[in-house]
Antibody, heavy 121, light 105 residues
Framework: QVQLVESGGGVVQPGRSLRLSCAAS????????MHWVRQAPGKGLEWVAV????????FYADSVMGRFTISRDDSKNTLYLQTNSLRGDDTAVYYC??????????????WGQGTLVTVSS | IVMTQSPATLSVSPGGRGTLSCRAS??????LAWYQQKPGQAPRLLIY???TRATGTPARFSGERSGTEFTLTISSLQSEDFAFYYC?????????FGQGTKVEI
């Protein structure tokens, strides 16, 4: 079955960096477009970033453009989110999400359980 | 694209009917999905393509579209349906969610 396991969250000071990882299993990782979605405590869902199944297309939310970088390593079945220049409003649970079906253009089908990033001095 | 959900909170009796609305600020065609989220859990895809139930979504959930107006209807609310519901457009980048509707008893 599809499994997405995020790691790398924690408490970090403003201005610092964290790299989030998502280990995927149970499906052909290299044929799926992957996303990061976040949710601040007690708030709604915010889409963060996407990387195409072949790694050629990447898009970001305006709120993280220029600070966050999404990447993937298909040899390790792993998705990454490099988060730089972190701010207090980046505090959230970060979900790794696989699209509903392969080769792009589908909604968010399978979600990990999330990793919490807390930005605080 | 701004997605606007209403109401913020919907109070329904078990067995009752619940109607949730979502409006897009511009056309998203049928590229609209609904998600359910329970406290402490990740969201779950319910409906995509505005009207298609995802695998495992009970038939009491249905989606409709009229232009840029979308509706999620729960025909007979069960105890497990009390949760948050989010609409989301996947037509244009950046993808955007509505602010959510809480369905409560």
């Amino acid at each position: 079955q599809v499994q997405l396991v995020e790691s790398g969250g924690g408490v970090v000071q403003p201005g610092r960096s964290l790299r989030l990882s998502c280990a995927a299993s149970g499906f052909p990782f290299n044929t799926y477009t992957m996303h990061w979605v976040r949710q601040a405590p007690g708030k709604g869902l915010e889409w963060v970033a996407v990387i195409g199944y072949d790694g050629s297309n990447k898009f970001y939310a305006d709120s993280v453009m220029g600070r966050f970088t999404i990447s993937r390593d298909d040899s390790k079945n792993t998705l990454y989110l490099q988060t730089n220049s972190l701010r207090g409003d980046d505090t959230a649970v970060y979900y790794c999400v696989r699209e509903h079906s392969d080769y792009g253009g589908w909604p968010l089908g399978s979600w990990g359980q999330g990793t919490l990033v807390t930005v605080s001095s | 694209i701004v997605m606007t959900q209403s109401p913020a909170t919907l109070s329904v009796s078990p067995g009752g009917r619940g109607t949730l609305s979502c409006r897009a600020s511009q056309s998203v065609s049928v590229n609209l999905a609904w998600y359910q989220q329970k406290p402490g859990q990740a969201p779950r895809l319910l409906i995509y393509g505005a009207v298609t139930r995802a695998t495992g979504t009970p038939a009491r959930f249905s989606g409709e579209r009229s232009g840029t107006e979308f509706t999620l209807t729960i025909s007979s609310l069960q105890s497990e349906d009390f949760a948050f519901y989010y609409c989301q457009q996947y037509k244009n980048w950046p993808w955007t969610f509505g602010q959510g509707t809480k369905v409560e008893i």
